[in-house]
């Protein structure tokens, strides 16, 4: 289970249910949740999104403690592209 939470405008708290649990807290600017969406989602659904993308990919302990969502493109290359083509469907 993914439980994200707004600290501010730009930050949340994301808290990953598993076999062991874990927090992160994320960054996303107007920018780049602007390049990613061309819907209108939060940026809520936009970082449960991108955590589904990375738990499809490696377990959430593996998962920074603390990042701002660009920083996933550097690990995974398909990362926006992928994140695109979810909220296109």
């Known amino acids: 289970m993914i439980k994200v939470t707004k600290i501010n ?22 920018q780049y949740y602007k390049k ?10 936009l970082i449960k999104k991108s955590f589904e993308f990375l738990l499809e990919r490696e377990s959430n302990t593996m998962i920074l403690s603390q990042f701002d969502l660009p920083v996933i493109q550097s690990y995974f290359s398909e990362y926006e592209e992928n994140i695109k083509q979810r909220f296109q469907s």
């Open 9 to 30: 405008e730009n930050t949340f708290e994301v808290e990953v249910k598993a076999a062991s649990n874990s927090a992160h807290q994320v960054s996303v600017s107007d």
């Open 36 to 45: 990613l969406t061309n819907q209108p989602v939060s940026k809520e659904v």
